[in-house]
């Protein structure tokens, strides 16, 4: 007896061997369904009082048969491609009659089945009309929905119907609009999905995670907020909003989907097979962004730390129940002679490379730390004052470096671009500040909030390197709207590194393309310096404060230097002052 998926608790064994028998059924090859077919299904779905489903083949066969409305019915690994259906249609029944229902529609759309039809079942167990439903190719004008529903028919006149050419000419059709896809494709285009679990700045991450699609070389097509106070544990938004979502992705040719929340590696799994797109989260973007952008050794040894931390934990078995074979009970559970079996070889062998390369990994970079640190103390040692220019990312430090420094030519001139992240490695050059001489600016790679912390460790002993300088400067991107959240970012992160009572400077970048009325309020809050790195405004005042704040850096301590020698010269005298004589007094 063949195999009937789907709910048969309660089922007697006459109508399972029925179910069963509909295997036997054979249709004329391109047909929906016949009027024998269609009786059949009708009189077993009046009996059995149930949705009765069944998955047919291009040539006819029936390769599936459940217990189950359309979305649960039992199907096979599909064949699904870019320019072709799946090479099944759903032909299921009604038993309380109606149409095809929204759940039928989604199934048809998200399993890309050739057609999904519904045979109404009459009061007297007899089927009624059929209806219809297939695709249509992505931007076909006059279509309201992702198919095209038939009127209802009768059986006979639905077996007249040929699907074998509607599903052909619509193949041909999806094939076209794909080769016209691909000639106007440069980038993977993109759908942000955004969760704001009533955040303030739900609306700024959303943008924020646009620019770093930007970044990564993806094309945004469409961004969506979702409002979810409380996440669902497996897709985090719902299947619902997945079929919309994919929906989107259908009609915009979309085959990435970007999150901008962490996702787990079963969630990520679950949201792909629900929507057959290549998923990332916001975390994987970043580390996309560094790996595109790190240049030097250094960079590229932290960020292939970083992402190699981020992938051990996500590989996927099958579990420990594959690491004994029968270890569920009796001799076999204490380890007995026969049980052992080969276990997750792949998956443990994927781990232990990933280990060896951490390895060696972290040992490269002890040798470059210490490298780093040889340089330290050399600028120590010739008492240059460091200033490190720290910020959100995209702030302008690399530009204001460059004009803090006159490197507007190779080899001195620094990478500064309007992208996330682009300097991923500190670089330092010299300038020159009138009243203290020679310093040494150093532009630091950009923070942003909610760093990962696979990041923030590969990158900690580059971070840790502003701890050195004498003086931050803290560039404000005045001109970007949530100024005031990334400045707190930046300074979340300092503290964090334990770097944040260094003496501060803010410069207010984009002075120049800023509102009057919101520079005025951050300079009020701040005590910033408005400036623009890119046209010059505000530079000389920059350095003015700089100066001073460096001079007074230096009389401090100066002042320390002097106290510390007053308490030494202090404590030294009173160890070599004589003790008084105390007279010896008896107690008896």
Do not use: C
């Amino acid at each position: 007896m063949e195999k009937v998926h789907g709910n048969l608790s309660g089922l007697k064994t006459g109508q399972q061997k029925s179910l069963s028998n509909l295997y036997r059924r054979r249709l004329a090859p391109g047909s929906v369904t016949s009027p024998e077919l269609a009786r059949n299904l009708s009189e077993l779905s009046q009996e059995i009082r149930r949705e009765i489903s069944v998955l047919i083949d291009r040539r006819g066969r029936v390769i599936s048969v459940s217990v189950a409305d359309a979305k649960a019915a039992e199907l096979p690994p599909l064949r699904k491609g870019e320019t072709r259906l799946s090479g099944f249609h759903l032909l299921h029944t009604h038993p309380k009659g109606g149409g095809l229902s929204k759940g039928d529609l989604s199934a048809l759309f998200l399993s890309r089945l050739d057609a999904v039809a519904a045979i109404e079942v009459r009061p007297d167990g007899l089927p009624g009309n059929v209806h219809l439903a297939h695709l249509t190719p992505p931007g076909t004008v006059g279509e309201e929905e992702d198919w095209r529903v038939y009127p209802p028919a009768s059986p006979a006149e639905m077996e007249n119907f040929d699907l074998a050419a509607q599903v052909s000419a619509l193949e041909e059709e999806i094939a076209r609009s794909q080769r016209t896809r691909e000639a106007k494709k440069g980038r993977e285009r993109a759908i942000l999905v955004q969760i704001d679990q009533g955040e303030v700045d739900a609306e700024e991450r959303l943008a924020e995670l646009g620019e770093l699609a930007r970044t990564a070389g993806a094309e945004v097509v469409y961004r969506e907020l979702i409002f979810r106070r409380h996440l669902k544990p497996g897709t985090l938004i719902g299947a619902g909003k997945l079929e919309e979502l994919t929906s989107k992705a259908y009609h915009e040719d979309a085959e990435l989907l970007i999150f901008g929340q962490e996702l787990g590696a079963a969630q990520a799994r679950e949201i792909e097979e629900a929507t057959g797109l290549k998923v990332l989260d916001r975390t994987q973007l970043i580390l996309d962004i560094f790996a595109l952008h790190a240049q030097g050794v250094e960079s590229r040894l932290q960020v292939e730390l970083a992402q190699l931390r981020y992938m051990k934990p996500r590989l996927l078995g099958a579990g420990t129940r594959l690491s004994r074979i029968g270890a569920s009970g009796g001799s076999a559970a204490g380890g007995a002679i026969g049980t052992r079996g080969p276990g997750e070889t792949k998956l443990e062998l994927d781990r232990r490379r990933i280990n060896d390369r951490l390895s060696f990994l972290e040992n490269q970079l002890k040798e470059v730390a210490v490298r780093r640190e040889e340089r330290r103390k050399q600028r120590g040692r010739n008492d240059v004052p460091v200033i490190s220019i720290v910020g959100y990312t995209n702030a302008g430090k690399s530009t204001l470096l460059n004009a803090f420094t006159h490197a507007a030519e190779e080899p001195r001139k620094v990478l500064a671009e309007n992208k996330l992240f682009a300097t991923l490695r500190p670089t330092s050059r010299q300038g020159f500040l009138e009243g203290v001489g020679p310093v040494v600016f150093t532009d630091t790679v950009g923070f942003i909030r909610d760093l990962p912390t696979d990041l923030t460790r590969a990158f900690r002993a580059t971070l840790e390197e502003i701890g050195d300088a004498d003086i931050l400067l803290h560039v404000v991107d005045a001109a970007a709207p949530g100024a005031e959240a990334r400045h707190a970012a930046v300074t979340r992160i300092l503290q964090d590194l334990e770097i944040g009572d260094l003496p501060t400077v803010v410069a207010l970048n984009k002075a120049d393309q800023a509102d009057a009325e919101t520079l005025e309020h951050e300079r009020a809050r701040l005590g910033g310096v408005p400036i623009s790195a890119h046209s010059g405004q505000g530079l000389g005042q920059l350095k003015n404060v700089l100066s001073q704040t460096l001079e007074d850096l230096q009389v401090r301590r100066q002042d320390a230097e002097e106290a510390a020698r007053l308490e030494r010269e202090n404590v030294k005298a009173a160890l070599s002052r004589p003790s008084p004589n105390i007279p010896w007094v008896s107690t008896d």
